[in-house]
């Protein structure tokens, strides 16, 4: 699943399952990051949901985003 196809009809369900994997987002937490900033925003734009949660869509990706940066430098400074 990816959000670079703008033909993508994104369901919440859809970014739920994107935002837990975290193998995804451990391999490439940048395009990971983008795929969850895009998919929110489609949600929104289909009005899936209101701006309260796309607000809220945009702070998980930046957190997990977060995550992914800090596990990796963990990983590099135990190596």
Same mark, same amino acid.
């Given at each position: !699943?990816t959000?670079? *196809?703008p033909?993508q009809?994104? $369901? $919440?369900? !859809?970014?739920? $399952?994107l935002h837990r994997d *975290?193998?995804a987002?451990? /391999?490439r937490?940048g395009?990971?990051?983008?795929?969850?900033i895009d998919?929110? /925003?489609?949600l929104? +734009? =289909?009005?899936l949901?209101?701006r #309260?949660?796309l607000? @809220?869509l945009?702070e998980?990706? #930046?957190? =997990?985003?977060?995550y992914?940066?800090e596990?990796?430098?963990?990983? +590099?400074?135990? @190596?």
């Open positions: !699943m959000a670079t *196809k033909h009809d994104w $369901t $919440t369900a !859809m970014w739920w $399952t *975290k193998a987002l451990l /391999n937490p395009t990971h990051h983008k795929s969850l998919g929110a /925003n489609a929104h +734009r =289909a009005h949901i209101d #309260d949660d607000c @809220e945009l998980l990706a #930046d957190a =997990a985003l977060a992914a940066v596990t990796l430098l963990d990983v +590099r400074n135990a @190596e």
